[in-house]
């Protein structure tokens, strides 16, 4: 995969001074008539989504005195940088903001994290900041909507839109783990990137592994818990309440097949013992079909001896020790008795 053009590239013409014929007063001409200087700056502009720094500016013949009057109060640009400017003076695309956190950043940097994850279709929650690798050594400070992370690693391959350069999925994740205190947000980040084949739980271990270990615990945790089955937050509080109980740990998210046919994915499966675990969202069974889903995979499961608990996601959180309660109960009634004619896979990730 290709890196990036430099964003500090200028159009041909700004390089070399070959656009178009000398005008009086030194000026050279563009296409149609232009001065070159619009021609230059209108190119970068249009490579840029509009944002163009005031060393390219300057190297396109724009002086710092028409600078200055295009950005004051009234004037048809904007500074969203220091340094970096916005040739509109409407709100600013997320497109424009982070091709400018990557011209002020400089050469070499690369969006990661949440704004990188959301650039592959992940669906997180907008960053507060863009978060910005930049190759150590470099002296830059953070600024207005921009974070800058600095790195010895810097990531390649990476991938690009247009101007924009961000880190490949897996260490888009790893960086957003590391860079989130939360850890149900951690989860939820690490969660949805196996369970939507975004990268692979492989990949994921290499980054942990390869990468800092600094705000790490929080990576470490959720991809503990990934490696285990769990795909969701309400899984994984489930499974550290059966931890805490010391109860037999089950398998998330496995695959109950008779034959070659896929009965169902349990949320929580103890194959000892013929007991499943069912987590029903209010929200998934909102629709009628849903719910006839439901009904039937729990016929499916009950006809061949299969015992499905279900708990609501709040009931979780809220009653914790009634939930353990019913699951120690129920594998101690299952306990002894003969195994299910049921083929357990692991999940898939």
């Known amino acids: 995969m290709k890196l990036i053009e430099s964003a500090t590239q200028l159009p041909q013409a700004a390089r070399n001074g070959s656009a178009g014929s000398l005008l009086p007063g030194g000026q050279k001409s563009g296409a149609g008539g232009k001065p070159a200087t619009a021609v230059a700056a209108a190119e970068v502009l249009r490579r840029q989504h509009l944002v163009i720094t005031r060393k390219q500016a300057l190297a396109c013949g724009l002086t710092n005195d028409m600078l200055g009057r295009r950005t004051r109060s009234g004037g048809p640009w904007q500074r969203l940088l220091p340094g970096v400017f916005l040739a509109v003076t409407e709100t600013p695309t997320q497109d424009q903001r982070e091709?400018?956190?990557?011209?002020?950043?400089?050469?070499?940097?690369?969006?990661?994290?949440?704004?990188?994850?959301?650039?592959?279709?992940?669906?997180?929650?907008?960053?507060?900041?863009?978060?910005?690798?930049?190759?150590?050594?470099?002296?830059?400070?953070?600024?207005?909507?921009?974070?800058?992370?600095?790195?010895?690693?810097?990531?390649?391959?990476?991938?690009?839109?247009?101007?924009?350069q961000f880190a490949l999925p897996a260490r888009a994740v790893a960086d957003a783990?590391?860079?989130?205190?939360?850890?149900?947000?951690?989860?939820?980040?690490?969660?949805?990137?196996?369970?939507?084949?975004?990268?692979?739980?492989?990949?994921?271990?290499?980054?942990?592994?390869?990468?800092?270990?600094?705000?790490?615990?929080?990576?470490?945790?959720?991809?503990?818990?990934?490696?285990?089955?769990?795909?969701?937050?309400?899984?994984?509080?489930?499974?550290?309440l059966i931890i805490?109980?010391?109860?037999?740990?089950?398998?998330?998210?496995?695959?109950?097949?008779?034959?070659?046919?896929?009965?169902?994915?349990?949320?929580?499966?103890?194959?000892?013992?013929?007991?499943?675990?069912?987590?029903?969202?209010?929200?998934?069974?909102?629709?009628?079909?849903?719910?006839e889903q439901t009904m039937a995979r729990h016929a499916r499961m009950t006809a061949l001896g299969i015992l499905v608990l279900h708990f609501a996601p709040n009931q979780i959180k809220s009653e914790p020790e009634k939930v353990?309660?019913?699951?120690?109960?129920?594998?101690?009634?299952?306990?002894?008795?003969?195994?299910?004619?049921?083929?357990?896979?692991?999940?898939?990730?």
């Open 244 to 291: 805490r109980a010391r109860l037999p740990e089950p398998i998330f998210n496995a695959r109950l097949l008779v034959g070659d046919d896929l009965i169902a994915i349990a949320d929580a499966w103890w194959p000892d013992y013929g007991v499943a675990v069912e987590v029903d969202s209010k929200a998934w069974h909102l629709l009628p079909e849903h719910w």
């Open 99 to 164: 091709t400018a956190a990557l011209l002020y950043a400089g050469p070499g940097s690369t969006i990661s994290g949440t704004a990188a994850l959301r650039r592959f279709g992940l669906r997180v929650a907008a960053p507060a900041k863009i978060d910005v690798l930049i190759p150590a050594g470099r002296r830059r400070q953070n600024a207005a909507f921009v974070a800058l992370h600095y790195t010895r690693r810097v990531p390649d391959p990476v991938c690009y839109e247009g101007p924009i």
């Open 177 to 240: 783990a590391r860079w989130t205190d939360d850890l149900a947000s951690v989860r939820t980040i690490v969660a949805s990137a196996v369970q939507s084949r975004l990268c692979s739980i492989e990949q994921l271990v290499v980054e942990l592994r390869i990468g800092s270990r600094q705000g790490s615990a929080h990576f470490r945790a959720a991809l503990a818990e990934v490696v285990a089955g769990v795909r969701s937050i309400v899984e994984a509080e489930l499974r550290q």
């Open 324 to 349: 353990i309660a019913i699951i120690r109960q129920t594998l101690i009634n299952r306990s002894g008795r003969p195994p299910l004619p049921i083929r357990t896979l692991l999940p898939i990730g």
